[in-house]
């Protein structure tokens, strides 16, 4: 498996934004929540997961 | 790793990095286009205003139109209704698609009604019109009139007969609704229709209902009355009627008099409120003149004209207690904002003008008038009734513009206006509605042009009119071809559905509103107006009427109310296509509109005068001393029971349009008569049984319903069933000023029908 | 015990945030070396945390939203709560207001479609909103585009003993499912008038600044005038 930083830097944002959206629900906070927060985690958990396939067909395990 | 690897790494990272955010700014935006695109907009392509089709009320309605048709309707929240309309109008979708519409003109050829062309009937029409003229004079020939044709077709009729042709044989169904009303304004205030506006609702503390089912009748001004009670519990509704309708169901106080007595509760309320000093001694003092009829007199007259109506003198032959009748009166004198409103059941008697004077008389004795919530206003029955007929005059005895034809000086002005020699008007008043039909039988009229109306179901003492119209050659121009009247025609004329026309509406409150063409005619029906401008001119009378579209005349016509204290010269085509209609006075066009009438704001009173009766010479209102005469319709042992007749909330008038409407004519169900199951017992009748209702008129059958709503000794019928013709009975006699027959009150005696029943 | 849920959600939050956060730090704290350590804390860290977050603020956005007071943040919606909350107001949403119809969550009360149990379009009708107000790309007075859905007003009123008595309801019941007659065509204006809430308008500035001043008397003629004057036509 190679690097993971474009996936822990997207999480961290989707989580800070979740957070701060948590405490502060303002209009704003709620529109970054959906429209953002939602594709950064997607995107990571996506490109995770892939990196996963990819470590794993490397090993020959899949 | 190597430096290499390392590279390629940061690379990728880099790559993955960018693609990242690239992905989510795309996965954002789009997520953003979905939900534009998702929106379940409905099925409408393009909402258009315009007002509802049957009511007086005139509720603005949204009309959302898709490939043409109607396919939603809302109320217009920025018209006066503030987007309340009601069962009816929510289903005017159906209306417009509805079954069974005329296409084609139609002439009754051995008893048969034969298609034929817009020429060779219009010819027919214009040569037996003409031949009627040419030998039994301009008083052989009428028109039958409407309060739901629109002002510049009522207005072009009227013009045609009375300027044109030289008779005031112009009436209509208005004469059976809204005479009495329009009688009483004129003798109280000088000029007829109300001085107030619906917006007065939201100002009363104090609702007095007479005569009146709002709740089934005009739904929307029952809602915002509800609204009003809702936000300022303490608000009092009173109703007085011989039935316990819904509305009076809602009622705080609710006064069930006798059929025919009610001027006697009236009486007995000024009664109480003179002796307690209920009475606004500042008001009385400097805008009323007392008048007993015949002359003026002075304010210890009319006390003393009151002493024979003390509450304890009339209680018995009202049927109810004095006490009641004091503690409406305090009501009535003492709320901050009193404000009566009425319909048929005040306006269909022999003495409706009376009624109606002695309304207006309470509110102008208490100074319960010309204050937001404190006014007389007196509901419309149909959708143009106001403007249509009393504003543009198409009555038999008057003339545009609250003028009188039996006044000199209003003919002379009219004539000037129109343009016409002097003299062409009559001076003679035409016929009014039961009079005319009765010239029909005695072939007077042979000929009358009848439109947008169904007098073969509406009429009093209908057996004799229908005889009467099948003597005459009848013209009929509707939109459906099963009327009770189009049988009786010998032409009948497909005519446009509204909607399928432009014209204006003037509804209860003296706003004019604009109703575009939204759509085309079915087959060759024309509007009401082309099929009258082309009759005008068949006659010879292109020169009189000079205009080809309703844009045009209503031009000539609000130019001409110049001329008058109506004056809405400033409401233009171009504004009424803007705003949501516009109360006349309105002289000019940056008025604003008139909401109340008779004080500040209306352009016709001076400036520094709080309140100016303008329609008078003086400018003082007048309070007519107006004795109870009981009716002719008088119980007896042969006739025992008491006739009413009304509508029911899910039909209008004769049923015509309504009746046609699968939600409408399964929530009313069919004609009935309704009875107490007092009543019911002495007459050992149960729901369902067939009961034989006779008056001196005639008799006729129809299935019982038990209602506790209804009152012992009365039985209420709808009319809108044409299958259960309840004037077939009703009497014919009328108010002998207004002329408007006493749908509501007729003698009747009734039993259980068998089969086998036999008279001995 | 936690009197509010919103509460509830926000400790959850930082519990799981803080968990989340302390993982991602050790993962980057291995310099972006993928060893064995990191694929055991990647799969948290990067998935189930952040999935129980992404739920939490989805409740949340449930939650809070149903909240009068999250209404009006947004402030092309003061109009409307401002009229609600005036007691001197005859709208339908200011008249169940001041009977206490609807005791809480007022204007969830009436736009449950929204809500968890909502449609699907609706709740993305609600996102719409939400970025039209972020972009600005919205004009005042704002419209509902689409219908309103009767199910909202039946879901309390259907089966009351005022709904059936009232016998003309009764025909009607396949118009008011497939939405054809709306009840507010017999029940009136929900909220202040398009003209009201438009920019400009004498009342607009009322229903801006807060209840207590919003009064639906005729005002001013002459303004009202000059207002309907400036309309563009339709």
């Known amino acids: ?62 | 790793m190597s430096r290499k690897e390392a590279k390629n790494l940061q690379r990728r990272e880099f790559i993955k990095l960018s693609t990242g955010a690239i992905a989510v700014t795309g996965m954002a935006l789009s997520g953003w286009g979905v939900t534009e695109l998702i929106v379940d907009e409905g099925p409408v392509e393009s909402w258009h205003k315009s007002v509802c089709r049957y009511c007086g009320t005139g509720c603005g309605v949204k009309l959302g139109l898709t490939k043409g048709k109607v396919v939603r309707v809302k109320g217009d929240t920025a018209a006066h209704n503030k987007g309340v309309i009601c069962i009816k109008g929510s289903t005017l979708a159906d209306l417009t698609q509805l079954e069974g519409r005329l296409t084609v003109p139609k002439i009754r050829t051995e008893g048969r009604l034969v298609e034929t062309t817009w020429e060779a009937a219009m010819d027919l029409i214009a040569s037996k019109f003409k031949e009627n003229i040419e030998l039994y004079g301009p008083d052989s020939v009428a028109f039958y009139g409407s309060g739901q044709l629109y002002i510049e077709e009522s207005y072009t009729a009227n013009k045609l007969f009375k300027a044109g042709i030289g008779t005031n044989n112009v009436d209509g169904n208005p004469r059976l609704c809204m005479a009495s009303a329009a009688v009483g304004y004129t003798q109280t205030f000088g000029k007829d229709e109300p001085p107030g506006a619906y917006a007065d609702i939201d100002h009363a503390d104090c609702f007095f209902l007479m005569g009146a089912n709002m709740y089934e009748c005009h739904p929307p001004l029952w809602e915002r009355m509800m609204i009003r009670k809702k936000s300022h519990p303490q608000t009092k509704i009173i109703v007085v009627d011989p039935r316990k309708t819904k509305t009076a169901e809602h009622s705080d106080i609710f006064l069930p008099v006798y059929p025919g007595t009610d001027l006697l509760l009236l009486n007995a309320m000024a009664y109480v409120i003179v002796k307690e000093g209920w009475y606004n001694k500042t008001f009385v003092k400097e805008h009323i003149n007392f008048h007993n009829g015949q002359r003026e007199v002075d304010f210890a007259t009319y006390i003393r004209f009151l002493e024979d109506y003390a509450p304890e003198k009339v209680a018995r032959k009202l049927g109810i207690p004095p006490r009641q009748i004091e503690e409406v009166a305090h009501w009535f004198a003492t709320s901050q904002a009193t404000m009566s409103m009425w319909t048929m059941g005040v306006n269909q008697r022999t003495q409706g003008v009376f009624l109606n004077n002695t309304l207006n008389s309470l509110h102008l004795i208490t100074g319960q008038i010309c204050r937001p919530g404190a006014t007389p206003l007196s509901l419309t029955g149909q959708s143009n009734a106001c403007g249509g007929v009393r504003d543009t005059g198409s009555l038999s005895h008057i003339l545009p513009h609250g003028r009188m034809v039996a006044n000199a000086h209003h003919r002379q002005e009219m004539e000037q206006l129109w343009g016409v020699p002097a003299g062409s008007i009559s001076p003679k008043p035409g016929y009014d509605a039961v009079n005319l039909f009765k010239a029909m039988g005695e072939e007077k009229v042979k000929a009358a042009l009848v439109m947008c109306t169904n007098p073969a179901q509406s009429m009093p003492n209908l057996a004799e009119a229908k005889k009467a119209m099948e003597k005459c050659f009848l013209v009929v121009a509707d939109v459906f071809e099963d009327t009770e009247t189009t049988k009786l025609a010998d032409v009948v004329l497909p005519a446009a559905l509204y909607l399928e026309k432009e014209g204006v509406y003037g509804q209860s409150e003296r706003r004019y509103q604009l109703i575009e063409k939204l759509m085309d005619p079915p087959g060759q029906a024309r509007s009401d107006f082309d099929i009258l401008v082309d009759f005008a001119k068949r006659l010879g009378y292109g020169n009189l009427i000079q205009y080809s579209t309703p844009a045009e005349c209503w031009e000539e016509y609000r130019n001409l109310s110049a001329a008058s204290k109506y004056n809405f010269k400033g409401i233009t085509r171009e504004r009424l296509q803007k705003e949501r209609g516009i109360q006349w006075p309105c002289p000019d066009e940056n008025h604003p509109g008139t909401v109340r009438r008779y004080i500040q704001g209306d352009p016709f009173v001076q400036e520094g005068r709080e309140i100016q009766f303008y329609g008078k010479p003086d400018h003082r209102a007048v309070v007519f001393l107006r004795p109870y005469i009981p009716t002719q319709q008088q119980l007896s042992e042969e006739f025992p029971y008491y006739l009413t007749t009304g509508r029911v909330v899910e039909q209008w008038h004769t049923g015509t349009m309504t009746d046609k409407i699968p939600a409408l004519s399964e929530g009313s169900g069919r004609g009935v008569f309704v009875l107490h199951p007092s009543d019911a017992k002495k007459l050992q009748v149960a729901e369902e049984d067939l009961l034989e209702v006779s008056s001196q008129y005639g008799s006729m059958k129809g299935k019982v319903k038990i209602s506790e709503n209804e009152t012992p000794g009365v039985i209420f019928a709808a009319f809108f069933d044409n299958k259960f013709l309840i004037n077939l009975i009703v009497a014919d006699n009328y108010d002998p000023v207004s002329k408007e027959p006493e749908y509501k009150v007729t003698a009747v005696s009734a039993k259980k029908y068998t089969e086998f029943s036999t008279e001995i | 015990m936690f009197t509010e849920t919103v509460q509830l959600v926000q400790v959850l939050g930082v519990v799981l945030v803080v968990a989340d956060l302390i993982l991602l730090l050790a993962i980057a704290l291995k310099g972006g070396k993928v060893n064995t350590v990191v694929k055991r804390l990647a799969f948290p860290a990067l998935i189930v945390l952040p999935i129980l977050i992404a739920f939490l603020g989805n409740y949340h956005v449930f939650e809070t939203s149903k909240k009068v007071k999250a209404c009006m943040q947004c402030h092309v919606m003061k109009p409307f709560a401002n009229d609600m909350l005036n007691d001197t107001s005859t709208t339908l949403a200011a008249r169940h207001y001041q009977h206490n119809w609807i005791p809480k969550d007022q204007c969830y009360g009436c736009h449950k479609d929204y809500g968890l149990n909502g449609t699907l379009k609706a709740k993305l009708d609600g996102y719409r909103h939400l970025m039209r107000y972020i972009t600005r790309t919205y004009v005042e007075p704002i419209q509902y585009r689409g219908e309103f859905q009767n199910a909202n007003c039946l879901s309390c009123h259907q089966q009351t003993k005022a709904f059936e008595s009232v016998e003309m309801h009764r025909p009607l019941s396949s118009q008011f499912a497939d939405n054809s007659i709306s009840c507010m065509n017999c029940h009136g204006r929900a909220h202040p008038s398009r003209q009201f809430r438009t920019p400009g308008h004498p009342h607009y500035k009322d229903l801006m600044s807060g209840p207590a001043s919003s009064q639906h008397s005729e005002g001013n003629t002459e303004e009202l005038k000059k207002f309907v004057e400036s309309l563009p036509n339709n």
């Not at chain 1, 961290?12 to 950064?40: E, N, Q, R, W």
């Open chain 1, 1 to 62: 498996m190679r690097s993971l930083k474009t996936e822990l830097i997207f999480i961290l944002l989707g989580v800070l934004i979740s957070i701060v959206y948590i405490f502060y629900p303002t209009p704003f906070m709620m529109t970054l929540f959906v429209f953002v927060a939602h594709p950064l985690f997607i995107f990571a958990m996506i490109s995770f997961l892939l990196e996963v396939k990819k470590d794993l067909k490397d090993k020959e395990v899949l």
